[in-house]
């Protein structure tokens, strides 16, 4: 039963670190998607990769948020340096194609800045 | 610019009623592809149902079923003999070429025994 897998499933952190989420797609999946989850926000798209290459970025906060594909089995989101108002859930998704197909997410990565 | 409304916050049913969710949609795209997903208390988002813009049969899954309507820009889900562990938020998000997945607020369901 091919999953999507998240680490660290919880990060509690003080202002000011860095912190990095990891995200290991389906294998044989081409589709990479960052979400954040809020509850005020809801779910957002941070953003996407095909084929290990960015695509849209344009829902992540350029000055601290990044996002790499050093490979094809492994995402990365990093928050340098994190502020309590990045406490949410990071849901990383893959999918098989192109971006309308079906994305499969992860059990997500729930961050608390304090 | 597209949304996705679901204007249901929350719903609570006793055991064994059936339920429908709403979900209302907006789009200028004439392709496009709709879906529901459901978180349960875990959290973790688990994929329900996909439907493109060209497909308005209607799908049964057990006890699940979902009804695709153009002419209202809708797209119910209803959930037939509801169980406790129905219990979740249902999310209702639609994605067309612009590649973004966009998720409605979600609708908390709470199944009593």
């Known amino acids: 039963d091919a999953r999507v897998t998240q680490t660290p499933r919880d990060k509690v952190t003080e202002m000011g670190q860095e912190v990095t989420m990891r995200c290991q797609p389906i294998l044989g999946h081409n589709t990479v998607f960052w979400y954040r989850q809020t509850m005020m926000q809801g779910l957002e798209l941070l953003a996407y990769?095909?084929?290990?290459?960015?695509?849209?970025d344009s829902g992540m906060p350029k000055d601290r948020f990044s996002a790499e594909m050093p490979d094809a089995t492994l995402a990365t989101l990093k928050i340098q340096p994190s502020e309590p108002r990045d406490s949410a859930v990071y849901f990383c998704?893959?999918?098989?194609?192109?971006?309308?197909?079906?994305?499969?997410f992860g059990p997500g990565t729930r961050l608390t800045v304090l | 610019a597209q949304k996705v409304t679901q204007a249901q916050t929350e719903i609570s049913v006793v055991e064994k009623e059936d339920v429908t969710l709403d979900c209302v949609y907006e789009?200028?795209?004439?392709?496009?592809?709709l879906f529901w997903y459901k978180q349960p208390p875990s959290g973790e988002l688990v994929f329900l149902i996909r439907?493109?813009?060209?497909?308005?049969q209607n799908e049964i899954s057990g006890r699940y079923s979902w009804n695709f309507q153009k002419s209202t820009s809708s797209f119910n889900f209803t959930i037939t003999a509801s169980q406790v562990v129905d219990s979740a938020v249902y999310f209702c998000a639609l994605i067309s070429n612009t590649g973004k997945l966009i998720f409605g607020q979600g609708t908390t369901l709470q199944v009593k025994p």
């Open positions: 789009t200028r795209d004439t392709t496009y592809y």
């Open positions: 990769f095909r084929n290990r290459a960015p695509l849209d």
């Open positions: 998704a893959s999918g098989p194609g192109v971006s309308t197909d079906t994305q499969y």
């Open positions: 439907r493109n813009s060209f497909d308005e």
